[in-house]
């Protein structure tokens, strides 16, 4: 005979605002008497999963209040940065206290007059050594008219979580949204969104649609019943955090007043949609169940966000809702920034997966020439890997054939490195190694000839004067200017310096991060542009006078100009591609072989 599961008591939680305008809310949670009569040790998460950085929410929560059963006053002390000791009560405890919201991004806590973005890791103490105690949220006090989107189940007028984790992995959006719906092969799919902003909301829907079944035929369907987009637009932002079944999604409005703007939305979705396979259910075991006071590193973000990285684009090509020529743009982008990024000499992908929590999250002015980016390099790689594989099964199959095999294979649970390394061999033929040597654990550096073998399109590395347009490019003056090269980067506008290439005639001639620059061989220079024409009225090899500031001392630095040694990227079509290049490409893309006159 069956035994019927008897379920922990909920924690009771209730939000209400204390002002919107203030960006205030208050939170009680009332914890059943069977969870603290021994007494407690309340927590609140210091991250959230999926942003792999300490933010120390506690920072944010203040006038914390503990009540027994019977209404009095019940003592408590605060452990550390983020935890409370709570005595023992036979009648449960009340336990009250004041958020502070407002940092709109898709990791933090917003809350204004328009709307309110909840994040569970940044709202919600829970009971350490009790996580599978259910959770069930109510809202009161709101503005009439406003609604919840949440992929919670709603239960008598609450949201119940089943236990903690799901709760930190279901965010929460009030205000006045606009709700969309579609369904796709049996599952329904809503699009909540928020903010005014100048696109077709049709578009964006249809598109999402799309989106979602390009994912599901690599995959086979769904491993859920349904899922929710949390899309609010404001202007400068853009981000997503990627939840079990919903994520949350920021983007610029201003954004849609061109067709770009489409496109990147539907890369960011694609790329947010595509982790509830790779991360949400397919994970490294370092990345759930987690440990939410602490730090969490693993190696293999480079497989979790980089080759999902490179997998939005498979998808948004195969949607049919972005085209070859914006995506091979920001392919030849992404190329030309890691064959150029000084960092990519100083750190692989499985260190920078390792360090995300210290470095990639914590950026310095040091960073360009100390790491790389185990998105943006990891999406490269990953392309690599597609090609590698493309060339083994006749076109067949690429980085999403990989992804199907692991799917296959592990489900929803933990995947390792050797996993990964068992499913391209299986697909390859080949040992891995190789390839995990020199581009995963190495710093090899990046190689499109199997990119350019197995697709028939050639990655083009032009220097700055070959690229000028019409006129210039027999202009002796323009081509001076573009050879020459200090190694200087500049923050935006201004003539102070951001950052400075090692090895470069800067680096060379003493100039370091900060410094304002004041003149060029006597010129004065208020801006960054005028530093950059002062310094191509030289040539390279030439020696230019230059007067920095630095701590509010004046000093001259002596400069050897030299030609730029930098490359752009461009990917054209190759002429002479072949039938079977041709069908790869198609395979990859879902598109047809782009067409190039000679």
Not at 225 to 235: D, K, M, N, Q
Not at 315 to 335: E, H, I
Request: charged share 25%; glycine share 10%.
């Amino acid at each position: 005979m069956a035994v019927k599961q008897i379920l922990p008591e909920p924690v009771l939680a209730t939000i209400r605002p204390i002002s919107l305008s203030m960006h205030e809310i208050e939170v009680e949670l009332n914890f059943p008497a069977e969870a603290v009569e021994g007494g407690a040790v309340l927590a609140l998460p210091a991250w959230t999963p999926g942003s792999y950085l300490v933010r120390d929410y506690a920072r944010f929560l203040d006038r914390l209040e503990v009540v027994d059963g019977a209404g009095q006053p019940s003592p408590f002390r605060k452990l550390d940065k983020q935890r409370w000791s709570v005595e023992g009560s036979p009648r449960g405890l009340k336990v009250t206290y004041r958020l502070f919201c407002n940092d709109l991004t898709v990791r933090t806590n917003h809350v204004d007059a328009l709307h309110a973005h909840l994040v569970g890791a940044a709202t919600f103490l829970y009971l350490e050594g009790q996580p599978s105690r259910p959770c069930e949220v109510r809202f009161e006090g709101w503005p009439k008219g406003w609604r919840v989107a949440t992929i919670l189940p709603r239960r008598e007028g609450s949201y119940l979580a089943e236990d903690h984790d799901t709760l930190v992995d279901s965010p929460f959006e009030l205000g006045t949204f606009r709700m969309h719906t579609f369904r796709s092969r049996g599952c329904e799919f809503q699009v909540a969104i928020t903010g005014q902003h100048p696109g077709d909301e049709a578009r964006i829907v249809e598109g999402t649609e799309a989106i979602v079944g390009a994912a599901a035929r690599i995959f086979g369907g769904f491993p859920f019943r349904r899922y929710l987009f949390l899309l609010t637009f404001c202007p400068r932002i853009r981000g997503g955090l990627e939840h079990r079944d919903c994520t949350s999604l920021l983007a610029d409005p201003q954004q849609l007043e061109r067709a770009d703007g489409y496109y990147d939305l539907y890369t960011l979705i694609a790329h947010e949609f595509f982790h509830v396979w790779n991360v949400k259910r397919m994970r490294d075991a370092a990345l759930g169940p987690f440990d939410y006071l602490a730090e969490n590193p693993t190696r293999l973000l480079w497989f979790h966000e980089g080759f999902t990285s490179f997998i939005q684009y498979d998808l948004v090509l195969k949607a049919g809702v972005a085209p070859w020529s914006w995506v091979s743009r920001k392919l030849a982008a992404s190329w030309t920034d890691n064959t150029t990024r000084p960092g990519r000499l100083e750190q692989s992908l499985e260190e920078a997966s390792f360090d995300a929590w210290i470095r990639h999250y914590k950026p310095t002015e040091f960073s360009p020439n100390s790491t790389v980016s185990y998105y943006d390099m990891g999406a490269m790689v990953g392309w690599m890997m597609d090609a590698e594989l493309r060339l083994a099964t006749g076109g067949a199959k690429g980085l999403d054939g990989l992804f199907a095999l692991l799917w296959e294979r592990h489900g929803d649970g933990h995947v390792t490195d050797p996993d990964v390394r068992r499913a391209f061999q299986d697909l390859t033929g080949k040992d891995p190694q190789a390839f995990w040597s020199a581009h995963i654990q190495g710093r090899a550096p990046l190689d499109a000839a199997g990119i350019e073998k197995a697709y028939g399109i050639r990655l083009n590395a032009r220097a700055p004067w070959e690229a000028l347009p019409g006129a210039e490019a027999e202009d002796p003056d323009a081509l001076r200017r573009a050879r020459v090269w200090a190694g200087l980067t500049f923050q935006p506008g201004a003539p102070v310096v951001q950052n400075v290439v090692p090895g470069s005639p800067a680096a060379k001639g003493g100039l370091g991060y900060g410094m304002e620059i004041l003149a060029v061989d006597g010129w004065r220079t208020a801006s960054a542009q005028e530093v950059q024409g002062r310094l191509g009225d030289a040539g390279p090899g030439d020696q230019v006078r230059i007067l920095a500031a630095e701590r509010g001392r004046v000093e001259t630095y002596l400069l050897t100009l030299a030609e730029n040694p930098q490359r752009v990227v461009h990917i054209t079509a190759d002429l002479k591609a072949t039938p079977a290049q041709k069908a790869a490409f198609q395979a990859w893309t879902g598109q047809p072989f782009p067409v190039r006159r000679a």
